[in-house]
């Protein structure tokens, strides 16, 4: 059996591609096995693998059905693949409102009866929620942003509501216990980047409601049970309110927390009730109120993949130049070099919507992987320098080169931040930058087009032949020079250089008439440096018209 070069290295990137599906679908079932144990305990533990470790079992089942079904379908070729032991992480349990799950695995591919040897290609697929903008609430109704991304930083959505579920979270503080309870999501709005609106409903009444409540409870209570200023506490609780009403939602919930709940807990030196006086319902109902003033809450979320992600943190809002700037347009030109170029990363920075702010710096690391750098590493990274030559306004832009020296071999995750003169750091944004070394340019494809036109009443023919060029990963690459020529009925020679999509064509002299003609075009002649051609040429032929 003889196959084509394109054949061949098709099976390499269909092999590539479909094993990062098969990934992604046993991400989905360890996911949604731990998502399952951690429900029907509340989301009080099993938020970590280490917590079930069970559930990875059926992720590698998965992978062991692919990797065999995989080797069945190309017996011809002679494929040797192996995959090492995928790693799952789900780390679901951090307070700071972010959740991620993952998984990796090295995946090598042989071909023995095309020569082919040591392709090797670490797969990654990731799935990050990140829940804590608090955009208002009432008690009952609560509005927040959640940010939903995969590998790499790229966004997800838009999701529906039936994919995410979020839990709203009391704290018993009599009994030092944190519970859980489901709430319905009305509501989930797209607005772009990952970004997503979403309202659900506690159905546990306004916190305007139950302060009033609580405020009919305590008067509820005879005044022969006090052994301190009843009034005294009702005009707290009606503080309280005020300071809800008035926009100051932390200071109500301080002067909850601090000065009416001591008040009526027979555990304080504070209490102004007698022993025997019932007090645990109205506990309860402060704690409601607190949880509702300060919300904690726990957001599951699933991707189209089948992805399960949760993530716990307290939802905030914006309070003050609380947010660093945004990265914008991150580019790097070229996106692939070779041993002894370089490129440059150029992005704008801007904290225009985020306090505006002037920006202070912009620096950028360089990694292998797809996680972000640690929040220990900032301010140590590559600085980046201000087109205009100083940073004082709150839109930049800004640039830096980066030798291939800098790059190990393969891929490279540029990840870019900017910090504002408030000291907050965004977020990053990361771009990929690929280093080849040492590669070998393909012949990807030749095509062949014919063409017609008319001048007054004579027809005349054409052909266009359009070559792409890849390295041996299948990636285009630009600046070739490709040399070919035109045989059959029409001849001649041309060079071309390649696109940014690895693509150059050719056209034909033209012909008169309307009799069919033959069209050859060879590639013959294939160079850049830094870059070995494997000398594989190329022909293909059309009769037109």
């Excluded at 693998?49 to 379908?73: H, K, Q, S």
């Excluded at 017996?75 to 349990?93: D, H």
């Excluded at 052909?463 to 001649?492: C, F, L, M, Q, R």
Aim: net charge negative; aromatic share 10%.
């Amino acid at each position: 059996l003889k196959l084509s070069e394109p054949r061949f290295r098709s099976t390499i990137l269909e092999i590539t591609y479909s094993s990062r599906s098969a990934l992604a679908i046993a991400l989905a079932d360890v996911s949604k096995r731990l998502s399952y144990r951690a429900e029907t305990h509340l989301y009080q533990n099993y938020t970590d693998l280490d917590d079930y470790p069970e559930a990875e079992v059926g992720g590698y089942e998965i992978m062991n059905r692919w990797l065999l079904d995989t080797i069945e379908r190309y017996p011809a070729l002679g494929v040797t693949l192996n995959v090492s032991e995928p790693r799952f992480t789900c780390e679901w349990g951090g307070l700071d409102g972010r959740g991620y799950s993952k998984a990796e695995a090295l995946i090598s591919i042989d071909i023995a009866s095309k020569g082919f040897k040591g392709y090797r290609q670490r797969v990654e697929i990731e799935l990050n929620a990140t829940g804590c903008l608090l955009i208002e609430t009432d008690g009952e109704t609560t509005t927040f942003e959640l940010l939903v991304t995969r590998e790499r930083g790229n966004p997800v959505g838009p999701l529906e509501s039936p994919l995410i579920n979020v839990y709203f979270e009391i704290y018993d503080r009599s009994n030092e216990h944190r519970y859980m309870n489901e709430t319905a999501v009305e509501s989930v709005r797209y607005i772009g980047e990952g970004r997503h609106i979403v309202v659900y409903s506690t159905h546990r009444g306004n916190i305007t409601s139950n302060l009033e409540e609580l405020e009919s409870e305590v008067s509820a209570i005879p005044d022969e049970n006090f052994t301190g200023s009843k009034e005294e506490l009702l005009n707290l609780i009606e503080e309280v309110e005020a300071a809800y009403l008035n926009g100051c939602r932390l200071d109500a919930w301080s002067k909850l927390l601090s000065e009416v709940r001591p008040r009526l807990d027979h555990d304080s030196p504070l209490c102004i009730v007698t022993e025997d006086t019932e007090t645990g319902g109205i506990l309860r109902l402060i704690d409601l109120i607190l949880s509702q003033l300060r919300p904690w809450i726990r957001v599951v979320v699933r991707d189209d993949r089948g992805i399960t992600v949760s993530a716990y943190g307290e939802l905030k809002e914006l309070e003050g130049d609380i947010l660093g700037p945004y990265i914008k347009h991150p580019s790097a030109d070229p996106a692939l070099i070779t041993p002894g170029d370089e490129a440059v990363i150029s992005c704008e920075a801007d904290d225009l919507w985020n306090g505006n702010s002037t920006i202070s710096a912009v620096e950028l690391f360089i990694t292998n992987t797809t996680s972000p750098p640690d929040q220990t590493l900032y301010g140590s990274g590559m600085g980046m320098t201000p087109i205009d030559g100083a940073l004082d306004e709150s839109v930049e832009e800004v640039e830096a080169s980066i030798s291939s020296e800098e790059l190990d071999p393969g891929a490279n995750y540029i990840w870019i931040h900017a910090r504002d003169s408030a000291g907050n750091w965004g977020e990053f944004k990361v771009l990929e930058l690929r280093l080849i070394e040492g590669s070998t340019l393909r012949i990807e494809s030749l095509e062949l087009v014919g063409h017609y036109a008319y001048w007054w009443f004579w027809r005349y023919n054409w052909a266009t032949a359009t070559v792409t060029i890849t390295d041996a990963y299948g990636n285009p690459i630009e600046g070739v020079k490709v040399h070919g020529y035109w045989s059959g009925d029409v001849s001649g020679e041309a060079e071309r250089l390649t696109d940014e999509n690895g693509r150059c064509t050719f056209n034909s002299p033209i012909i008169w008439g309307w009799t069919p003609h033959t069209y050859t075009f060879t590639v013959d002649n294939v160079e850049k440096d830094g870059y070995t051609w494997d000398g594989v040429t190329a022909t293909k032929t059309i009769v037109y018209p």
